[in-house]
């Protein structure tokens, strides 16, 4: 059984830092994109960062290239987000998924419906 679980969510000021994880346990995450999206109350889900896990290749949304860093450790399974500067426009709910592909950099991986794994979220609130 697969399962994804986030971590490290949290209520942080504007400029301030949080480093979210997202543990895999069931699933092997080598050779695989690994991904972080977030959803803003009434918003749509929207992808922030992948990894391709077989060669620590990482791919970002625009907007949020260089303040937001995407990372994994094989050996314990396990996808970081480490974001930076955040504002409050990045509060959101926080979601890590896999998707069985090593193809992460196409306009496929962006696309929640093409992941297969999630997890159950972790709220980030950053406040002005």
């Known amino acids: 059984q697969v399962e994804l679980v986030e971590s490290g969510g949290g209520s942080v000021q504007a400029g301030g830092s949080l480093r979210l994880s997202c543990v895999a346990s069931?699933?092997?995450?080598?050779?695989?994109?690994m991904a972080w999206f977030r959803q803003a109350p009434g918003k749509e889900r929207e992808g922030v960062a992948i990894?391709?896990?077989?060669?620590?290749?990482?791919y970002y949304t625009d907007s949020l290239k260089g303040r937001f860093t995407i990372s994994q450790d094989n050996a314990k399974n396990t996808v970081y987000l480490q974001m930076n500067s955040l504002k409050p426009e990045d509060t959101a709910m926080y979601y890590c998924?896999?998707?069985?592909?090593?193809?992460?950099?196409?306009?496929?991986?962006?696309?929640?419906?093409?992941?297969?794994?999630w997890g159950q979220g972790t709220q980030v609130t950053v406040s002005s």
């Open positions: 069931g699933y092997s995450s080598s050779s695989n994109c």
């Open positions: 990894i391709y896990t077989g060669d620590d290749s990482t």
């Open positions: 998924a896999a998707r069985r592909s090593r193809l992460c950099g196409g306009p496929g991986s962006w696309m929640s419906g093409h992941y297969h794994y």
